[in-house]
């Protein structure tokens, strides 16, 4: 996953999604603004640690780590039911 895709650190034209911070986690939610569209923690202003993407319909899309902003690791895609769909190592080789 290139950092661009994941929407957290992009700075393109796309709308900006209404975001929260609830118990240390941000939360972003789709354009309709009522369903989670991500969910994690921030760290000086980086992605760290487990994050966690969601369908429209609330189903899980994809998780994974990062670690000062960089995704590490495994990182899961999961289908439209939200089952393990595949998975990818970030780590650095």
């Not at 957290?8 to 240390?24: A, P, Q, R, W, Y």
């Not at 640690?49 to 590490?72: A, H, I, M, Q």
Request: proline letters at 2%; a positive charge; hydrophobic letters at 20%.
């Amino acid at each position: 996953m290139v950092k661009e895709n994941c929407d957290l650190t992009n700075n393109s034209s796309v709308k900006k999604k209404k975001s929260e911070v609830i118990d240390g986690y941000t939360i972003k939610y789709h354009a309709n603004g009522k369903t989670m569209w991500s969910k994690g923690k921030m760290a000086g202003g980086q992605p760290d640690g487990y994050w966690e993407w969601y369908r429209l319909d609330g189903t899980k899309k994809r998780s994974g780590y990062f670690k000062n902003g960089d995704p590490v690791g495994e990182w899961i895609t999961y289908d439209s039911k939200g089952e393990e769909y595949k998975i990818t190592n970030r780590d650095k080789k």
